[in-house]
């Protein structure tokens, strides 16, 4: 994902901005991940690297994998997800790392492979209790915190179904991916 999505863009955002620094990105996400498995790899995946700065996302999967019947072994319930959050940036920390956690992005659909009657806000609410979770770790961890999921959302009301930031339920498209890497940027 290093040359696409949000993360090139807002790689080259900066690049474009500060083009006299030597900064050198890494993408360690891997899709699909949630907080647990990105802790379990955090050290070797991230920390060895040094970074100086990083940013994380994490809190999408958990509410997905939570409606998905077929995967809820995988989910992550809402406390774990907090504690997982505050390991991760008290390690980054004590590593000199500086953080930015990125809020939880909303869904534009239900989740595939839930039951019928789970519907979008439903799976919204949802997301917006981990949002809120993360945003309690940001703060007391003193770290960035970057809001995200309100502005899309209001972004994906206000194109009314003329346009999408959504290339499906729940991934963003370019139109998607320019806004994201933008809010984060600023």
Not at 66 to 94: F, G, I, K
Not at 108 to 132: C, F, I, M
């Amino acid at each position: 994902h290093e040359h696409r999505g949000w993360t090139a863009i807002l790689a080259n955002r900066i690049q474009l901005a500060y083009p006299e620094r030597q900064i050198r990105y890494i993408n360690s996400g891997i899709a699909g991940d949630t907080s647990r498995r990105m802790l379990a790899r955090f050290d070797a995946d991230i920390l060895a690297h040094r970074p100086q700065w990083l940013m994380l996302s994490a809190g999408v999967v958990e509410v997905r994998r939570t409606w998905q019947l077929d995967r809820q072994s995988e989910a992550v319930p809402l406390d774990e997800y907090a504690a997982n959050l505050t390991l991760m940036v008290s390690r980054a920390l004590t590593a000199g790392a500086q953080v930015i956690l990125l809020e939880p992005t909303p869904h534009a659909h239900p989740v595939t492979g839930a039951p019928s009657e789970v519907t979008v806000q439903d799976v919204n609410t949802l997301t917006r209790q981990y949002a809120k979770a993360m945003m309690q770790v940001a703060s007391e961890a003193r770290v960035g915190f970057v809001p995200l999921f309100d502005s899309l959302l209001r972004t994906e009301q206000r194109l009314a179904r003329q346009a999408s930031l959504y290339a499906d339920e729940v991934h963003l498209n370019a139109r998607g991916d320019l806004l994201y890497a933008e809010l984060v940027y600023q």
